[in-house]
C-alpha cells in the first residue's frame, strides 16, 4: 500500500475568504459608501447630459446673433453693388465681423447660394456646401453641422435690402471643437463638487455605522437573526408573562404566558397599558405606579406575581408569575390550621366536660351527671339547629357553625342577625362560602382581645340577590382607608409563612363585581366595621311550593352561635376555617374555603 493509502487522512486548512465582511458596522459602511458614490455618479451624468446639449444651444444661438447683427441694409447694398472679390466691401465687413466676435466664419451668400465672403478668399464665388434654400426663403437657421472648417455650430439669417427684399444670407460658424472645450473644461468642478458630496456622504456614512455598531455590540446580522429567534423561542416557551413598554407606556410586547395569565390577545401591542387592562392594581404595578419587588395583584380569578425592571430607553419589562395554585395550598393550609384550631378547642372543652363527669361519678352524683350530660348534647344540637334554620345551604351553615367554635376559643361571640334567612336556592355555594369565610376571619382578628368582643352576621334575600353584611365591635376602619383596603397587598398584618397577606378582601370585592354586585365598609353599629357585600343573581329562581307556616317567635330572636363564657358549641367533625388571611388589621382580612372539603 502507499503511503498516501495508509497515513490517516489530514483535515485540509480551511482558507480564509475575502469577501463580504459580517459585522454590520463595516456591511453598513459599505453598502452607504456605494449608494453615496452611485448616487454622485449619476447625479453628475444626469447634471453632464443636458449640460452638453445646453452648450450646443447657447452656442447656435450665438451664431444667429451674429448672423442677424451682420445683416444690415448696408451689407445688401455691397452684395448688390459690387462684384464678389477678396478685396470686395462684403470680404472686407465680413472678416472684421469675424475678428471682432470670434466666430470661425462669416459667409455671405447671394440669392443663388454663391459665397461674396470667406475666410479661405479662394472659395469666394463658389457655391456654399450646405443647401441655403430655407435661409433664402426666409426662415432662420440654426444647427451643427460639417462644411469645408470643418464641424460647427451655425446660424443663418436671410440678407435684405432697404426695400426688405431677401438678396442673399449670411452664415455665421463657431468652433464646435470650442463648445466641447468648454465642456470639458466644467468636469472639473463639477468632479470636486461630486467629490466633495461623496466625502460628506462618505463621513456620515461613518458615523451612522458607528452609531450601528455601539446599538447592536458589533454583532454579524447572523448572530442578531440568530439572537431574535432565540428570542422569540425564549419569551413564547417560558412559563413566566413577560410584558414589554415602551417609554409612553404603550405594550410593546407580550408573550404567550402573558396574554393567558392577563385574559389578553395579540392585538393588545401598541395599545396603552391602561386602555388594555382598564384602572386597577395589574395596571399601576405593570406601570411602575405601585414600586416593590414580588407584589402581589389579581387578574380575574388569577393571583400573580409581579415584578418590573425599567429598561435603558426609558420603557420597562415586567415579569408575572401565576401564584394562583400557590394561594389555594396556602387556603388548604389555613383551612388545615382552622380545623385543628376547632379541633383543639373542642378538645379542650370535651376534656373539662370528661373530667366534669368523671368527678360526679367518683361522688355518685348520678343525676347530677346525667344533667350535665343533657345540657351539653342540648347545646351542640341547638346551636346546629340555630344555624340551620336561618341558612339552608349546607356549606354555609358548617362553614358558620364551625367559625362559631374558633369564635368560642378565642373570646367572641359570633351572633346571626335575628331577621337572617337563606334560602338553599345559591347558584354558586363555594362563592358564598369565599366571603363569608374572609369576612368572618377579618373579623375575628379585628376584635379577638377586646373587651365585649362581638360579630354579627346578617344574611337576607331579595329576590335573586343576597345580601351579606358582617359587623363587629372592633376599632373599625377609618373612613379615608374604606377604599384602600380593598386594594390586593395592602395589609397591616405579618407575612403568613406561606407567601403575601393583601388578598381577602381584594377577592370578596373581585367576587362581588364579577356578578355586577358591591362591595363595601362603613361604622358598624357597635362602633367597628360593618361590610356588606350585595351579590346579584346569587340565587335561582323559586320553585312554586306551599305557603310556608309562621316562624316561632323564638326563632325571630338573635341566635347565639358562640358566647365565650357558655359551653362550647360546634358540631363534631363539621368545623370549617380558612386560617387568617389578611386585610386591614381593623376588622379586613380574607378567608377563602375553596371547597366541600375544606368545610369539613
Known amino acids: 500500500m502507499s503511503p498516501a493509502q495508509t497515513s490517516p487522512s489530514r483535515p485540509r486548512a480551511r482558507r480564509r475568504r475575502i469577501g463580504w465582511p459580517q459585522r454590520v458596522f463595516s456591511q453598513v459602511l459599505l453598502m452607504q459608501l456605494a449608494i453615496a458614490t452611485g448616487v454622485t455618479v449619476l447625479a453628475t451624468g444626469l447634471f453632464l447630459a443636458p449640460l452638453s446639449a445646453q452648450l450646443d444651444d447657447q452656442a447656435m444661438r450665438r451664431a444667429l446673433a451674429i448672423a442677424d447683427s451682420a445683416a444690415s441694409p448696408r451689407l445688401a447694398a455691397d452684395l448688390t453693388g459690387t462684384p464678389p472679390s477678396a478685396r470686395g466691401p462684403v470680404q472686407t465687413e465680413a472678416e472684421r465681423i469675424r475678428t471682432a466676435t470670434g466666430a470661425e466664419y462669416v459667409v455671405v451668400m447671394d440669392t443663388r447660394g454663391v459665397r461674396w465672403s470667406h475666410t479661405d478668399p479662394a472659395q469666394i464665388g463658389r457655391l456654399v456646401s450646405t443647401d441655403p434654400s430655407s435661409v433664402l426663403a426666409g426662415h432662420e437657421v440654426m444647427e451643427i453641422d460639417d462644411g469645408t472648417l470643418g464641424r460647427s455650430a451655425r446660424g443663418k439669417v436671410p440678407l435684405r435690402d432697404a426695400d426688405g427684399r431677401i438678396v442673399g444670407a449670411v452664415s455665421v460658424g463657431i468652433e464646435y471643437e470650442s463648445v466641447r472645450d468648454r465642456l470639458l473644461a466644467a468636469i472639473p468642478g463639477l468632479l470636486a463638487y461630486a467629490g466633495g458630496a ?6 456620515a456614512a461613518y458615523l451612522i455605522s458607528r452609531r450601528l455598531q455601539r446599538q447592536t455590540h458589533d454583532l454579524a446580522f447572523s448572530d442578531i437573526s440568530a439572537l431574535l429567534a432565540e428570542r422569540e423561542a425564549m419569551l413564547h416557551g417560558i412559563r413566566e408573562g413577560v410584558v414589554a413598554l415602551d417609554r409612553n ?50 387578574r380575574g380569578h388569577r393571583v400573580l406575581i409581579a415584578n418590573r425592571m425599567p429598561t435603558d430607553d426609558g420603557g ?6 401565576d401564584r394562583t395554585e400557590l394561594e389555594h395550598l396556602g387556603r388548604e393550609l389555613d383551612s388545615t390550621r382552622g380545623l385543628i384550631d376547632a379541633l383543639r378547642a373542642q378538645d379542650h372543652e370535651h376534656a373539662n366536660r370528661l373530667h366534669t363527669l368523671l368527678g360526679l361519678l367518683e361522688l355518685e352524683m348520678h343525676d347530677e351527671a346525667v344533667e350535665f350530660v343533657t345540657e351539653v348534647v342540648g347545646v351542640h344540637r341547638a346551636t346546629a339547629e340555630q344555624v340551620t334554620e336561618k341558612v339552608h345551604d349546607p356549606l354555609l351553615a358548617a362553614l358558620l357553625v364551625g367559625k362559631a367554635t374558633v369564635a368560642a376559643e378565642r373570646g367572641v361571640s359570633l351572633r346571626l342577625a335575628p331577621d337572617s334567612l337563606l334560602p338553599d336556592r ?22 379577638a382581645g377586646t373587651p365585649g368582643a362581638r360579630i354579627v352576621v346578617a344574611f337576607r334575600a331579595e329576590g335573586r340577590t343576597v345580601v351579606l353584611r358582617v359587623s363587629d365591635s372592633g ?12 386594594t390586593e397587598g395592602w395589609t397591616t398584618k405579618a407575612l403568613p409563612s406561606h407567601g403575601k397577606r393583601g388578598l381577602g378582601l381584594a377577592l370578596v370585592r ?13 361604622a358598624g353599629p357597635d362602633g367597628g366595621a360593618a361590610f356588606t357585600v350585595l351579590l346579584p343573581d346569587a340565587l335561582t329562581d323559586p320553585e312554586p311550593t306551599a305557603p310556608e307556616p309562621a ?14 363564657n357558655l359551653p362550647e358549641a360546634a358540631l363534631s367533625g363539621a368545623a370549617l376555617s380558612e386560617g387568617e388571611r389578611s386585610g386591614d388589621g381593623t376588622g379586613a382580612g380574607p378567608s377563602v374555603p375553596e371547597s366541600a372539603e375544606e368545610a369539613r
Open 249 to 298: 407606556g404603550s405594550v410593546r410586547l407580550m408573550n404567550d404566558e402573558a396574554q393567558r395569565l392577563l385574559g389578553l390577545g395579540p392585538e393588545a401591542a401598541g395599545r396603552p397599558l391602561d386602555e388594555v387592562l382598564g384602572t386597577g392594581r395589574t395596571a399601576d404595578v405593570l406601570a411602575g405606579r405601585v414600586t416593590g419587588d414580588d407584589l402581589v395583584t389579581v
Open 426 to 447: 345559591l347558584v354558586d355555594p363555594r362563592e358564598l362560602v369565599t366571603v363569608v369565610g374572609n369576612l368572618v376571619d377579618n373579623a375575628l382578628d379585628a376584635v
Open 316 to 321: 420597562a419589562v415586567a415579569t408575572l408569575r
Open 551 to 564: 316562624l316561632p317567635e323564638e326563632v325571630l330572636s338573635e341566635s347565639v352561635l358562640s358566647e365565650p
Open 510 to 522: 373581585r367576587l362581588a363585581e364579577r356578578r355586577g354586585g358591591t362591595a363595601t365598609v362603613a
Open 198 to 203: 461623496l466625502a460628506a456622504g462618505a463621513l
Open 475 to 486: 376599632p373599625g376602619v377609618p373612613e379615608e382607608r374604606r377604599e384602600l383596603i380593598f
